[in-house]
């Protein structure tokens, strides 16, 4: 008798502890809202293109960003990265801030970004995540948006601090001048 009551209450522990655990998801749920926020914009410079046959790579300037106190700051507190299941790229746009008729998008076949973090567990970059790409037209633009590419969940890259772009390119005719860009980028927190 004694060993069924001992059995009994610690299913009715194991039961209640699970209720509350499923309770507790359903309930952030219902009290998390998803938000947009922007990520701090990234500017970078294109070096003169001679060579129209290879694929260009840049690299930008570390940005430092904390997404676990952007997420406690939007929720007054209640909620962490730990409690968000996806961070996805919203939008990503690219400005050419020095254009000029010979040397603007125009010039260029396709854009590709990435994303990537610094990993201070293993001291080195992640492998880096594709999140835009972009064919060209042949005409004079000095902006795109990015097409997105679907189901690149940023969380767990995020948890790292440190954040940079890269951004290759395959260009169509060489430019005669260094072209200063900007990278702006929206994410959303589920």
């Known amino acids: 008798m004694k060993y ?3 059995k009994a209450r610690v299913w009715f522990m194991f039961m209640l ?7 507790c998801d359903k309930l952030k749920d219902k009290l998390f809202e998803a938000f947009t926020t922007g990520m701090t914009d990234v500017n970078f410079t294109v070096p003169v293109v001679t060579n129209t046959a290879a694929e260009g790579k840049i ?6 960003i904390n997404v676990d106190s952007i997420i406690r700051a939007n929720t007054g507190g209640l909620f962490s ?4 299941s996806t961070i996805m790229v919203e939008t ?3 400005t050419i801030n020095n254009p000029d008729a010979s040397n603007n998008l ?3 076949e396709s854009g590709l970004l990435l994303f990537n973090t610094f990993n201070p567990q293993t001291n080195d970059w992640n492998t880096p995540m594709g999140v835009g790409r972009e064919d060209i037209k042949d005409n004079y633009a000095t902006s795109l948006s990015f097409a997105l590419i679907p189901d690149v969940n ?4 995020l948890r790292a601090t440190k954040v940079i772009y890269l951004y290759g390119y395959k260009a169509r005719r060489v430019t005669t001048k ?8 929206k994410l959303k927190i589920e």
Do not use: Q, W, Y
């Open 17 to 23: 502890a699970f209720m509350i655990f499923v309770s």
């Open 92 to 94: 990503a746009d690219l």
């Open 59 to 64: 690299e930008t300037l570390p940005i430092f």
């Open 106 to 108: 125009a010039n260029f």
């Open 4 to 6: 069924g009551m001992k």
């Open 154 to 157: 940023l969380k767990e890259h």
């Open 81 to 84: 990265l730990n409690s968000v």
């Open 178 to 185: 260094p072209l200063n860009c900007t990278i702006r980028m």
